[in-house]
């Protein structure tokens, strides 16, 4: 199993990245929230990976951080329903910590909203997987890259919560912290991540 791969970013686009290593350009599928994050061409970069076999393919899928992989993998074996094509559609509209509360809280609306879903694949995510996710296991897979949140922080979440409070839709306030985070770096604050969103 392959797990990780790095090496220099060839290229990139909103939903794949080619990965030159010694000599070999490896494609990878990754979600928009992990696009984003990524290095520009030329620079080193370190992916977690999940390979997916079929009878007439592999396919290489990557991401920022263990955590988002691993939820990845947790969705596409135990979700009905819910393949590599939509669980990637999925992370890539909403961020590790947002995806996970919404699937503690019950929210199917935010979920249902995500590309390629509807209501009846929304409530299978919750129901399939809100005892999975009680614990929070997502907290530090919104870092750049090489890092993530002191355990027991989530300033990401944190952010988003508060400007949901504000009138945000989940979502848009999901993508404005994500953007906020990468001006901002993996050690911005929950009060440094609003004012940045905000602005």
Known sequence: MITSIEGTLASAGPLRAVIEVGGFGYEVNVPVTTAERLPPAGAPVRLHTLVIYREDSQTLYGFATAPERDFFRLMIENVTGVGPKVALSIMSRLSLPLLEGAIRS??????????????????????????????????????????????????????????????????????????????????????????????
Do not use: F
């Open 106 to 199: 019950g929210d199917i609306d935010t979920l249902a909203k995500c590309q390629g879903i509807g209501r009846k694949t929304a409530e299978r995510l919750v129901v399939e997987l809100k005892a999975r996710v009680q614990g929070g296991a997502g907290d530090g897979a919104t870092a750049g890259i090489a890092g993530g949140a002191p355990a027991g922080e989530n300033p990401h979440r944190d952010a988003v919560s508060a400007l949901v409070a504000l009138g945000y839709r989940a979502a848009d306030a999901d993508q404005s912290v994500r953007k906020a985070a990468l001006v901002l770096g993996p050690g911005a604050t929950t009060e440094s991540l609003i004012k940045k969103a905000l602005s």
